[in-house]
T-cell receptor
Framework: GAGVSQSPSNKVTEKGKDVELRCDPI?????LYWYRQSLGQGLEFLIY????????KSGLPSDRFSAERTGGSVSTLTIQRTQQEDSAVYLC?????????????FGQGTRLTVV | LAKTTQPISMDSYEGQEVNITCSHN???????ITWYQQFPSQGPRFIIQ???TKVTNEVASLFIPADRKSSTLSLPRVSLSDTAVYYC??????????????FGKGTKLSVIP
């Protein structure tokens, strides 16, 4: 596609439910990143993929968070048993490579509200 | 990972030049310096990137001194539409030898009529 696409754009869920957020990166981009941005705050790095592999999962806030990427393309971020503190905008970005100096392109984000 | 420090906020009048400085004292040899712009309810957008000296594009200039421990984003003749949060990033390598983007808190620029 022309840009990074995220869906849904907005998601309201009840506390305790599971949610799945989707990211469709720019075609051909091998690197994919997930960030979280709480209201009025900066970006918090969650996880990155190089191809289908996520070498470092230490940025995920808790074991309720998981992410996968298949076919070197679409990625899903899953939050199990959502809590109110999970409410934030979840941003996805992709870049052509992981070489230093590579520009990352961001999607519009998914605004998650846990009620 | 290289940590960045930048002012929390800045105000400027329309038509003025704005300079936002970012400190990155422990920048690594292979790190690039990148600036992103973020409008409310949007994802960040790439502005400019450099390694050393000066880089200029149609939007901004980036000044990097020889020691690379800081950088300055220069926005010429700002307009109201430049009101946004500006993030300074330094490319960082994790222990696995891979590259990840690390965002700081950002500088909220408010352009005043």
């Amino acid at each position: 596609g022309a840009g990074v696409s995220q869906s849904p754009s907005n998601k309201v869920t009840e506390k305790g439910k599971d949610v799945e957020l989707r990211c469709d990166p720019i075609s051909g981009h091998t690197a994919l990143y997930w960030y979280r941005q709480s209201l009025g705050q900066g970006l918090e790095f969650l996880i990155y993929f190089q191809g289908n592999s996520a070498p470092d999962k230490s940025g995920l806030p808790s074991d309720r968070f998981s992410a996968e990427r298949t076919g070197g393309s679409v990625s899903t971020l899953t939050i199990q048993r959502t809590q109110q503190e999970d409410s934030a905008v979840y941003l996805c970005a992709s870049s052509l490579t992981m070489a230093p100096g590579t520009e990352a392109f961001f999607g519009q984000g998914t605004r998650l509200t846990v009620v | 990972l290289a940590k960045t420090t930048q002012p929390i906020s800045m105000d400027s009048y329309e038509g003025q030049e704005v300079n936002i400085t970012c400190s990155h004292n422990n920048i690594a040899t292979n790190d690039y310096i990148t600036w992103y712009q973020q409008f409310p309810s949007q994802g960040p957008r790439f502005i400019i990137q450099g390694y050393k000296t000066k880089v200029t594009n149609e939007v901004a200039s980036l000044f990097i001194p020889a020691d690379r421990k800081s950088s300055t984003l220069s926005l010429p003749r700002v307009s109201l539409s430049d009101t946004a949060v500006y993030y300074c990033l330094v490319g960082a390598y994790s222990g696995a030898g891979s590259y990840q983007l690390t965002f700081g808190k950002g500088t909220k620029l408010s352009v005043i009529p």
